[in-house]
C-alpha cells in the first residue's frame, strides 16, 4: 500500500473569499498543499478543523491573520503547527490587520 503524501494547509483571510470557491490543491510528488480562502476567524476556524482532519500536518496563515485569529486558529488545531506570515499591517487589507477590520482591536 502507498504511503500518503504528506499535506499542509495555506489559509488566507478576505472579506470576500469563499472557500469552496477560492481554493486549490498543489500535488507534487513529495507531497500536497492545500490553499484556501476564508472570509473571517469564524470561518477560518472550521476550515481548519476540516483540514486538520482531512490529514493537514502543518498550518501556515496569510498575513492578514491578527494575533487574536491566529490564537483563534491554534487554539481550535491543538497539536498541530501553526505558523503564520507575519506582517504589522498588510496592503492587501489597506494598512490594516484582521483584528482591526474586523473590530477586534482598534
Not at 483571510?13 to 470557491?21: M, N
Not at 482532519?53 to 486558529?73: P, T
Not at 497539536?79 to 498588510?90: E, L, N, R
Amino acid at each position: 500500500m502507498a504511503q500518503a503524501k504528506p499535506k499542509g494547509a495555506f489559509i488566507f483571510w478576505a472579506p470576500d473569499a469563499d472557500p469552496a470557491k477560492h481554493g486549490t490543491t498543489i500535488s507534487l510528488n513529495s507531497s500536497e498543499l492545500v490553499v484556501v480562502g476564508v472570509r473571517d476567524y469564524d470561518q477560518a476556524v472550521e476550515v481548519s478543523k476540516k483540514l486538520v482532519k482531512e490529514g493537514a500536518l502543518v498550518i501556515e496563515l496569510c498575513s492578514g491573520f491578527g494575533n487574536i485569529g491566529v490564537a483563534r486558529v491554534a487554539e481550535a488545531v491543538k497539536g498541530v503547527p501553526v505558523g503564520v506570515v507575519k506582517f504589522d499591517m498588510t496592503p492587501v487589507l489597506l494598512g490594516k490587520t484582521g483584528d482591526q477590520v474586523l473590530g477586534l482591536t482598534p
